[in-house]
């Protein structure tokens, strides 16, 4: 099981990885922060730019708060690190 700590930017006007952040990375979604909405779009969002399904996806701690801890299956470690090193700082 891979983790990848994520920064959630919920209500924003496109759906979309930003960049690192500390020691994860940044997404912004349009979904609003109620009902599991923005958690959702960020699986949508990271599961079409990782080539993997959504459900593959799992958020471990932080449901309710912009700050996630995710975990990924179906992609190897030195893939998801050599993508998370690519995008922007």
Known sequence: MLTLNVKVIPGARA???????????????????E???ANK???RVLSG???????????LRGKTSPRKLLSISGIEQAALRAWVQSLPE
Not at 15 to 33: L, N
Not at 49 to 59: K, N, P
């Open 15 to 33: 759906d979309r990885v930003v960049g690192r952040y500390a020691d994860g990375i940044k997404v912004q979604v349009s979904a609003p922060p």
């Open 35 to 37: 009902d599991g909405k």
């Open 41 to 43: 779009a960020v699986l």
């Open 49 to 59: 730019v990782l080539g993997i399904r959504a459900d593959q996806i799992e958020v």
